[in-house]
């Protein structure tokens, strides 16, 4: 080998060691953005995700949220469905309407947010979003509930994913009384995908088989977690939906769609069975998602939510 060679592939093999370092390497702290109508989280330059608050017309969302290489998978408030805010929770109780956004429809009202970003911890960075929120029905100031919410958002190389977890505790206000939660059949944590992402996707379980149809594509699985992976602006992601063992009515009912749109929610299945909150009693629930750029296995889904349960 001459020494032009040998120098050559010395190069080369120093660049794709560098390069397999950089690749192999944690990615940058969290940061946190926030002003009195959103929260914004970053790594380094790149947006992980954006809660809209403050000035949100119904309910409090998320707004965006990217996988690790910055595909954003979020629609918020298409024409089809106006009141489909990206990542919501949205549910009745006793009898008003809490999800739809008419002038007949309860609103979700912030009463103050934190954010607080933890040091890495064994390669993962993650951020804090604690908030109280006001269910109050319309035509009065006073609320018929009262949650506290916490969102907890989680990076690290070995991931592999954008890992959040969105966890509600929800109990009826002073002197509300009982209160009864009901809904439809697709109720609960909902995501609402980018356009592109709609009807040419497809859904996985970890049963293999969807649950029976409730009417056109709609389905309701139950089921512990359930992925869909679709092009979002030309990108393959992967978007999964984990349900709390310790969740009422564990496994949830998981509604899937295809058509018109594609559409996935974690549902407590309070449109078959009401679920009552005694005065004093709360309802707590934890739900996790995981965006991942390309198509992923049921193996890796299932191992990331074992650790999910962990964290």
């Given at each position: 080998m001459s020494h032009c060679s040998f120098v050559s592939s010395l190069l080369i093999g120093l660049l794709t060691l560098i390069a397999?370092?950089?690749q192999a390497?944690?990615?940058?702290?969290?940061?946190?953005?926030?002003?009195?109508?959103?929260?914004?989280?970053a790594?380094?330059?790149?947006?992980?995700?954006?809660?809209?608050?403050?000035?949100?017309?119904?309910?409090?969302?998320?707004?965006?949220?990217?996988?690790?290489?910055?595909?954003?998978?979020?629609?918020?408030?298409?024409?089809?469905?106006?009141?489909?805010?990206?990542?919501?929770?949205?549910?009745?109780?006793?009898?008003?309407?809490?999800?739809?956004?008419?002038?007949?429809?309860?609103?979700?009202?912030?009463?103050?947010?934190?954010?607080?970003?933890?040091?890495p911890e064994d390669g993962v960075s993650s951020c804090r979003l604690a908030q109280c929120v006001e269910w109050i029905p319309p035509g009065t100031k006073q609320p018929l509930l009262t949650e506290r919410r916490l969102l907890q958002v989680y990076r690290g190389a070995d991931l592999q994913a954008t890992l959040l977890t969105w966890h509600l505790d929800l109990q009826p206000a002073k002197d509300a009384g009982a209160v009864k939660l009901t809904?439809?059949?697709?109720?609960?944590?909902?995501?609402?995908?980018?356009?592109?992402?709609?009807?040419?996707g497809q859904f996985q379980y970890t049963a293999g088989a969807p649950g029976p149809i409730v009417r056109g594509t709609e389905r309701v699985?139950?089921?512990?977690?359930?992925?869909?992976?679709?092009?979002?602006d030309g990108k393959t992601v992967t978007v999964a939906l984990f349900d709390d063992p310790h969740n009422v009515r564990h496994p949830a009912g998981m509604f899937t769609m295809l058509q018109p749109f594609s559409y996935l929610s974690a549902t407590p299945n309070i449109w078959k069975e009401p679920l009552e909150l005694a005065q004093g009693k709360s309802l707590a629930a934890r739900y996790?998602?995981?965006v991942w750029?390309?198509?992923v296995s049921q193996e890796q889904i299932e191992a990331l939510y074992q650790r999910w349960l962990k964290l």
């Open positions: 397999s370092k950089l390497a944690d990615p940058p702290a969290l940061q946190v953005q926030q002003d009195p109508s959103l929260v914004t989280v790594a380094g330059p790149q947006v992980v995700l954006k809660y809209r608050y403050g000035d949100a017309p119904f309910k409090p969302y998320i707004q965006e949220l990217c996988t690790p290489r910055g595909v954003q998978i979020l629609r918020d408030s298409p024409a089809d469905h106006v009141h489909h805010r990206g990542v919501m929770y949205g549910i009745f109780a006793n009898g008003v309407d809490f999800w739809s956004e008419t002038p007949r429809c309860g609103k979700q009202v912030s009463g103050g947010l934190s954010a607080v970003v933890s040091d809904g439809s059949h697709y109720d609960g944590l909902g995501i609402r995908f980018v356009q592109s992402m709609d009807q040419v699985t139950l089921d512990k977690w359930a992925a869909y992976t679709a092009a979002a996790g998602i995981a750029d390309g198509k």
